[in-house]
């Protein structure tokens, strides 16, 4: 699977998952990927900056490259099934996002402080979102405080 950073000619910014690259190309050329926010076809990628975490790096065998005779295109039923996938995929998260947004109490950068009030007893028990570092995540987690990581719709300001 990879992730990419994709924008329509509207400027609206989001991120998808795919198979591999070949899948993003199949999709994008046959118009399957289509914008969350206004539902635009015309799709590409967006710059990316590589997500390095510099602790915790261990040393790993390199992964085996696959020959290029096993890499399989995906055929036009597999490319409709995965865009399916996607939309629905797409949609659940869009409704997720708006579910917290109405729900939980927005506290930005001071998630990781808030979420260990909650935990500790030190402030009031309810759902919180924010923003936090994924070293900050992987302290909570370490301490013990309930967390999870949910992919976010970017928004451009009006």
Request: charged fraction near 30%; include cysteine; charge should be negative.
């Amino acid at each position: 699977m990879i992730v990419y950073d994709l924008s329509c000619d509207n400027d609206h910014e989001f991120e998808s998952w795919f198979k591999n690259s070949a899948a993003y190309d199949s999709l994008r050329k046959g118009r399957k990927i289509a914008c969350p926010v206004c539902g635009s076809p015309k799709i590409h990628k967006a710059p990316m900056a590589p997500n390095i975490s510099k602790s915790g790096i261990k040393e790993m065998a390199p992964a085996p490259v696959p020959d290029e005779a096993k890499v399989k295109v995906p055929d036009v039923t597999e490319t409709d099934d995965m865009a399916a996938a996607m939309t629905k995929a797409v949609e659940a998260i869009k409704e997720l996002q708006t579910t917290i947004e109405k729900n939980f109490d927005n506290v930005g950068v001071k998630f990781p402080e808030e979420a260990r009030k909650i935990h500790y007893g030190e402030a009031e028990q309810r759902g919180i979102y924010g923003e936090a570092t994924a070293e900050e995540a992987q302290e909570l987690i370490d301490e013990g405080v309930d967390i999870a990581a949910v992919p976010w719709q970017k928004t451009k300001p009006s």
